[in-house]
């Protein structure tokens, strides 16, 4: 059973340096103000309805406050969500359920406005005394939702689909 959890921990890791979501910076090279403005990060572990092991390292906060108008969630429309079904049934369509594992980190990159992340306690980094300067969108961040849907909506366009004038994604 550990083997499972080390390889989904493993995985998670993985994936963060593969899309190079952070570089590291050692803790000598920051000021205390930025050391003291750096978020928090932590790993959770879950185990998915398939019985699988998954890891997610989640960032504690946004550096920055929002109002309650600012902050996103991307979300479709229930008429969008008809329509789709509809046309699966009428083109006979399967239904099936994805689960894209990395789906923030296929966000654009953002080095204008880069933030402090300490790692998690349990990542090797946190031992070398390194923080991260997070560049892509990570779990956690007010940010990511929106990047990460502006990423999609230029894939699907790049595709010939277009959005429903109902719905914002």
Known sequence: DWAQWQAAIDLERNSLCDFETYTTVKSHELTSEQKASALNAHEILATKTSGAKKCRIIVDGSPSKHEPDELYASVAAFSTLRVVLLFMLLLGFTLMQLDVTTA?????ADDSAPVLVRPPRTHPDF???????????LYGLR???RKWRCTLAACLKELGLHALIYDEC
């Open 143 to 145: 940010t990511s939702p």
């Open 104 to 108: 923030f980190l296929q966000g654009d």
């Open 127 to 137: 031992a070398h005394l390194l923080y991260w300067w997070v560049r892509r969108p």
